[in-house]
């Protein structure tokens, strides 16, 4: 968390409102979120940079510099990208980690109250290298049930772990694969490889429905996320499995089940409807 619809969710903004924007400096307050470079390489690299423009990959926030140089922010738990034209709450800018001052007076901090995010500054060839090393995105065209299919074919897994696997299927994470699963009646413990055709299609299908839902909805705020205004997420009433375990099972009634047996993640099912 975030995962696809709340990193696309600030991509989106940042893209909106900062895009064509200059960054004349920085101030790194907390340089342990910093990857790939040191602080003095960051902040000579980026300043007098203009962002040309913002988008996603996986669960990466990416700010693509005039230098040809790549920000990609991975917000974890508890990041966020605010933008701030001065009406940004104190408490929102206690916790910046960096904060790059723009042209027009604006600043946009990267927020981490636990510091477990990160910021990295990547070359080009870097950029290429570390993004050829993640999985097919889930909203594009070519992740199709053939593309499925030839995931699970292979694997043993728990479907819940293999789709979850950022190397194979980018931006699904806990919340989502739960969602998912629950919308495709699949238990979330079966090996991949047991599903059968028609399951299998029926599990992209829902991948693809409840990302674009959730990012319809802003994305989902449990705890921490927040947009590029401080706002959270609209996705979080629209929840049908995750974090309603003991509830009612919005198809059929049953009590919903939690564990943490596939990977040491909360799990949150209905035995009757997933098999």
């Given at each position: 968390?975030?995962?696809?619809p ?20 920085m ?97 080009p ?7 050829g ?93 927040v ?34 047996a ?10 009757r409807?997933?098999?």
């Amino acid at each position: 968390m975030p995962e696809l619809p709340e990193t696309e969710t600030m991509a989106r903004d940042l893209d909106r409102f900062v895009s064509g924007s200059r960054i004349t400096s920085m101030k790194v307050t907390r340089p342990d979120v910093l990857r790939e470079v040191t602080k003095a390489t960051f902040q000579r690299r980026v300043a007098g940079a203009t962002i040309e423009h913002c988008w996603r990959r996986a669960k990466l926030v990416v700010l693509d510099l005039s230098t040809g140089d790549r920000i990609a922010v991975q917000p974890r738990f508890t990041g966020a990208l605010l933008i701030d034209a001065g009406q940004l709450a104190e408490e929102q800018r206690r916790y910046s980690t960096v904060a790059f001052l723009l042209a027009d007076g604006r600043k946009l901090h990267y927020r981490d109250v636990r510091r477990l995010g990160t910021v990295s500054l990547m070359s080009p060839k870097r950029w290429q290298e570390y993004s050829g090393a993640l999985g097919i995105e889930p909203l594009d065209p070519a992740f199709d049930a053939a593309y499925l299919s030839g995931l699970v074919r292979e694997s043993r897994q728990a479907i819940k772990k293999l789709i979850m696997d950022q190397r194979q299927l980018v931006g699904v994470g806990n919340i989502y694969a739960n969602e998912a699963l629950w919308d495709a009646r699949i238990d979330p413990s079966r090996s991949a490889k047991a599903l059968k055709p028609a399951e299998i299609a029926t599990l992209r299908d829902a991948i693809v429905r409840v990302l674009h839902r959730a990012v319809k909805a802003r994305g989902t705020s449990i705890r921490d996320y927040v947009d590029s205004s401080g706002e959270r997420g609209g996705f979080g009433p629209h929840l049908s499995a995750y974090g309603r375990e003991g509830l009612p099972c919005e198809r059929c009634g049953a009590r919903l089940v939690g564990t943490h047996a596939i990977d040491g993640r909360a799990t949150v099912l209905c035995v009757r409807c997933q098999s």
